[in-house]
C-alpha cells in the first residue's frame, strides 16, 4: 500500500505564477520530508527538506509546508521558471530507516 | 561535491542472463539503496543497506539480491533478467546520523532494457 502519495500527476503553470504540488502520506511514524526533482534520464536531485518539528522550510523560491494533523505537505515554488519544469516526488522517513517516494508530479512551467 | 557513481547510464540484455548493476558512492555513508522507477509507480525500494555486508529488502525484492562487500559500493544483481525488470535503476546513498535525518543523494541512473 502506497504510504506516501501524490494524487496529481501533471501540473502546468504560466512562467513568474505559484507552483503548487501536493503530497500526502498514512504513516505518523514519519518525521523527515523532502522533496526532490527529476529530469527525464537523470537521477533525481534533492530540493528541500523539513522535520516534523516545523511547519514550514524556505530554501530561495522553494518553500515546503508540513500540516501534520491532515497529513499533509506541499510545495510551492514562485516565482516558477521554465527550467523548473520536471519531475517532482516527495519522499518521507522516519529516523534510520527507509525513504518511501511517491509517484511523482510532472510540472510545466509555460513561457 | 557530492556523488554517487552508477556504472552504465544504458544496458541491454538477454532474457535470462545474468546482469550486475554497480555503485560507488565517495561520500563515506552507511546507508545505500537500490529503486527502480517505472512510469506511474514513482520510485520503489529494491534493497538497502546499513552497513557493510548487510542488508534489508525494500518492498519488491523479488528477482533481485545485492552486494556489499565495500562501504562505498553496493551491486544490485539480476539473477536471471526478465522482460518485466526491464525499468530505470536509480542508485542513492544516505548518512546514519544517530537522531538526525539526511537526504539521500541519488546517481544518474541505468536505463535497463532486457529483450
Not at chain 2, 552508477?6 to 545474468?18: A, D, H, I, P, W
Not at chain 2, 539473477?79 to 535503476?89: I, L, P, R
Request: charged share 20%; hydrophobic share 35%; aromatic share 12%.
Amino acid at each position: 500500500d502506497q504510504q506516501v502519495k501524490q494524487n496529481s500527476p501533471s501540473l502546468s503553470v504560466q512562467e513568474g505564477r505559484i507552483s503548487i504540488l501536493n503530497c500526502d502520506y498514512t504513516n505518523s511514524m514519519f518525521d523527515y520530508f523532502l522533496w526532490y526533482k527529476k529530469y527525464p534520464a537523470e537521477g533525481p536531485t534533492f530540493l528541500i527538506s523539513i522535520s516534523s518539528i516545523k511547519d514550514k522550510n524556505e530554501d530561495g523560491r522553494f518553500t515546503v509546508f508540513l500540516n501534520k494533523s491532515a497529513k499533509h505537505l506541499s510545495l510551492h515554488i514562485v516565482p516558477s521558471q521554465p527550467g523548473d519544469s520536471a519531475v517532482y516526488f516527495c519522499a518521507a522517513s522516519a529516523i534510520g530507516n527507509q525513504f518511501y517516494f511517491g509517484t511523482g508530479t510532472s510540472l510545466t512551467v509555460i513561457p | 561535491d557530492v556523488k554517487v557513481t552508477q556504472s552504465s547510464r544504458y544496458l541491454v540484455k538477454r532474457t535470462g542472463e545474468k546482469v550486475f548493476l554497480e555503485c560507488v558512492q565517495d561520500m563515506d555513508h552507511e546507508n545505500m539503496f537500490w529503486y527502480r522507477q517505472d512510469p506511474g509507480l514513482g520510485l520503489r525500494l529494491i534493497y538497502f543497506s546499513y552497513d557493510v555486508k548487510m542488508k534489508e529488502k525494500g518492498d519488491i525484492p523479488e528477482g533481485y539480491s545485492v552486494s556489499r562487500e565495500k562501504k562505498e559500493r553496493f551491486s544490485l544483481i539480476l539473477e536471471s533478467a526478465s522482460t518485466n525488470q526491464t525499468s530505470m535503476y536509480l542508485c542513492a546513498s544516505s548518512l546514519s546520523d544517530q537522531g538526525k535525518n539526511t537526504e539521500a543523494f541519488f546517481g544518474q541512473g541505468t536505463r535497463l532494457t532486457v529483450v
